[in-house]
């Protein structure tokens, strides 16, 4: 269930990271609300995932999940570079977590 916890803590990173985008370019309070869920959320969830995972093992993965998440969304929703060393070093950063995973 910690696993479980730790990935829908990086996805509500993820959420938080793509709303500050969307926050600077509409100012609007929906993406303000969001924006605050979103890291809300996630600290929430981590802070779950860590009663269970040590805390440098679920840091890394949170981090990984969210700054590559982030990435993808800025190439798919804000037309952000595609370039295939882009897109290596963020399968580098996921492979890293993965391996995490699989020595945890």
């Known amino acids: 269930m910690a696993w479980a916890a730790l990935i829908l ?3 509500c990173e993820m959420v938080g990271v ?13 993406s303000a609300v969001l924006l605050i869920l979103g890291f809300g959320a ?3 969830f981590l802070a779950y995932a860590m ?3 040590p805390m440098g093992t679920a840091y890394a993965i949170w981090t990984g999940i969210g700054a590559s998440g982030g990435a993808i969304l800025g190439m798919l929703f804000y037309n952000e570079s595609k370039d295939w060393k882009r897109i290596f070093f963020i399968a580098l ?4 977590a993965v391996g995490l995973k699989l020595v945890s």
């Not at 793509?18 to 929906?30: C, G, S, T, V």
């Not at 950063?93 to 890293?96: E, S």
């Open 93 to 96: 950063v996921l492979g890293a």
């Open 42 to 44: 996630s600290f929430v």
């Open 9 to 11: 803590a990086g996805i």
């Open 18 to 30: 793509a709303m500050i985008n969307k926050l600077h370019q509409d100012r609007n309070w929906q």
């Open 51 to 53: 009663e269970t995972l």
